[in-house]
Every structure is written in C-alpha cells, then in structure tokens.
C-alpha cells in the first residue's frame, strides 16, 4: 500500500488544480513570455478562483494567440469585441484592455533592451525565495515594490495580492508547505538543494 501524497492545502481534490500543483506551480520560471502569461492570468483571476483560470487557461491561449505578445499587441476594437463575445474566456473589459497594453509594455520593455525575465528576476537577484512552508501571507514588502514598479510602467491588474500569487506561481518565491512532497523538489529545481 502506497502511502498518499502530502500536498499544500490549497491543492484540493480537482485534478487540473492537483496536477498543476504537481506539476507547475512554484517551479523557477524563466521564460519571459511563459512570466508575462502568467501575470496576465493572475490579473485575469482577480476577484475569482484560480480554479476558474485553470479551466479556462487553453481558451485563453486560443484566444490570445498562444500569449504572443507581438500578436497580442495588435489587437484593437474589433478584437476585444471578439474576445467579449468568447464564452470560453473570462469576459471582462477592463482585463481583456489590460492584457493588450501588458502586451505593449512588454514590447516596448524589450525594444529598451530589457528582457521581461531579466527585469522580474531582478527583483529577488536571480534566485527563488525560500520560505518555511509555514507561514503564508497574501502579499509581501516584495510584491508591493514590483507592483508599484509594474503599475509605473503602465501594467493594471497587478496589485500586491496578484503580484504575490503570480511571485508563487512561477517560483520566484517556493511557497510550498514544509511537509509537501514538492517543496524539496521546487528547491531542487531552483538550483538550491540542500
């Protein structure tokens, strides 16, 4: 008889939320393409679960042209009209507008020379957060600076709260709990096993 798999609590019985606790969540991500769809997801994710996001994330991608943000940055009226329209996707005006100025901020951050995965990195000097697995928080001094920095910049939906969850999601803080099996594994891949 194998013994069951202790995960963080948040990753209850649904299977997509399961497996992307598994499988993706809290693991360095360095790909800045894979980073800004990520923010904009959490963004789209405001004021509901993530859950939700997860049910949705392929129509989103469908939606928003695999998250190019070259293509992204081109939509226009008729666009956001089509996407308003898309039941598969979280309609939200103000979101939708927000994901296609993230796109134009990313661009016009990469034309300065700056790389969007240079620029979120910078933050915690290119190596993952560890935390103790034991207390958790919806926001940190950290995730306060980056959001006023990227609200600066002109990106929305990217308050605190938001930025903490996105910081969680794409490893850039391992927020696992000290018991779950994937937390060792998350450090491992963070290059910071011990």
């Not at 620029?119 to 290119?126: A, Y």
Request: net charge positive; aromatic share 10%.
């Amino acid at each position: 008889m194998t013994t069951p798999l202790h995960r963080c609590s948040w990753a209850t019985d649904d299977p997509l939320m399961r497996d992307y606790h598994d499988k993706e969540w809290g693991v360095p991500q360095r790909d800045s393409r894979m980073l800004w769809e990520m923010l904009m997801l959490e963004g789209f994710q405001a004021g509901l679960s993530w859950i939700t996001v997860l049910r949705k994330r392929e129509a989103f991608r469908e939606a928003f042209a695999g998250f190019d943000p070259a293509i992204v940055a081109r939509y226009g009226d008729k666009d956001i009209e089509r996407l308003m329209a898309n039941p598969g996707i979280i309609r939200a005006r103000a979101k939708i507008q927000a994901t296609i100025a993230g796109a134009r901020i990313y661009l016009d951050m990469q034309d300065q020379g700056t790389r969007f995965s240079d620029f979120c990195w910078s933050f915690t000097d290119g190596a993952p957060i560890q935390n103790d697995g034991k207390n958790w928080a919806a926001t940190s001094p950290l995730s306060e600076r980056i959001s006023k920095e990227l609200k600066r910049r002109g990106f929305k939906f990217v308050g605190p709260t938001i930025v903490y969850a996105w910081m969680q999601a794409v490893g850039m803080v391992n927020d696992h709990a000290a018991d779950c099996f994937r937390r060792a594994q998350v450090l491992r891949a963070a290059g910071r096993a011990r």
